[in-house]
């Protein structure tokens, strides 16, 4: 049996903010530390920081003076999340110049998440859209929940699509779905990809899926062999979501890449930097992180016999 997938993929590293947002607050330096390991692995883009209210992510609370310090590498290109109008004022005038916003599909996630329904959330994000392309920068919609809500329980396909279809109608220049709560399988992920693509052809589509119940590399293999070409990942597998119960583990990047490139699904990233990077993760958030890559290493590494 063969497959026919990608010859190359893009992934964006979202550990230095959806990873470390997740653990106890580390100091600004080692943020800045490991994003510009980082930004030397051949990562293409960064999720760097979020800009939202420190009460609400004390995590995230430094996110201007990390964006001030890091060694931003012209071959890669940052990116801030930001949950509302307001954070993206405040991305915008840092300089930023791509941005996400987030909202859930799920209706009771969503109000746990920012407080407003998902049908507020997208007319915020259609007037947030308007101000960073009046200012040169782009926005992606990212659909959270999209394969189920921990409060909910499935979400229906077709409201996915919809909560997508609106953020596009709006502007929005690409398209993510978050497997939040890693509720994802490989069937699921098929015919989610389908409906989207079906309804909505021609926009770029990121997947983000979570390895809480140990699916995240099938999700990534069932899009790869219907041609999906970007993902997220996060070193170490740091990560999971603040207002999702035991949504524990973004897919690790390491774990990505080795599988990929061992398929001959390019990544440009070199793994032995990377793996270096997800040391210094665990080392800077002082516990085992769960990537079993860093653990092993990669499937060539041999020992003495």
């Not at 509302?84 to 916003?101: H, P, S």
């Not at 926005?139 to 999209?146: K, R």
């Not at 990121?206 to 990942?233: I, P, Q, S, Y």
């Not at 665990?282 to 499937?299: D, F, K």
Request: proline share 6%; net charge negative.
């Amino acid at each position: 049996m063969s497959w026919e997938l990608p010859s190359r993929i893009s992934l964006r590293e979202v550990g230095p903010r959806d990873g470390l947002q997740n653990e106890d607050p580390v100091p600004t330096e080692a943020k800045v530390a490991l994003v510009d390991l980082l930004s030397r692995t051949g990562v293409q883009r960064i999720e760097a920081v979020s800009f939202v209210r420190p009460s609400a992510i004390p995590q995230m609370a430094d996110a201007p003076e990390v964006w001030k310090q890091i060694s931003r590498d012209p071959s890669v290109r940052y990116s801030a999340l930001v949950p509302n109008l307001r954070g993206a004022v405040r991305a915008l005038d840092a300089g930023f110049t791509e941005l996400e916003a987030v909202v859930s599909a799920s209706q009771t996630h969503n109000l746990k998440n920012v407080n407003r329904t998902t049908g507020e959330s997208l007319e915020e994000i259609a007037h947030l859209i308007g101000l960073a392309h009046s200012r040169g920068a782009t926005v992606q919609v990212i659909v959270s929940t999209a394969w189920g809500c921990p409060y909910e329980g499935d979400v229906a396909e077709q409201r996915v699509v919809s909560v997508a279809s609106r953020a596009v109608a709006s502007g929005a220049d690409s398209v993510s779905f978050g497997d939040t709560t890693g509720m994802a399988t490989p069937t699921r992920v098929r015919s989610l990809v389908f409906a989207f693509r079906s309804a909505l052809p021609d926009v770029p589509l990121n997947l983000h899926f979570h390895n809480t119940r140990g699916t995240g590399l099938a999700n990534v293999l069932a899009a790869l062999e219907l041609g999906v070409r970007d993902f997220d990942a996060s070193v170490g597998g740091l990560g999971g979501c603040p207002y999702a119960p035991g949504a524990t583990g973004n897919i690790a990047t390491e774990e990505l890449v080795h599988m990929a490139e061992d398929m001959g699904v390019a990544t440009g990233i070199d793994l032995g930097a990377l793996l270096d990077a997800s040391a210094e993760a665990e080392r800077i958030v002082g516990h085992r992180l769960p990537s079993q890559v860093l653990r092993a290493g990669p499937r060539t590494r041999t020992i003495p016999a």
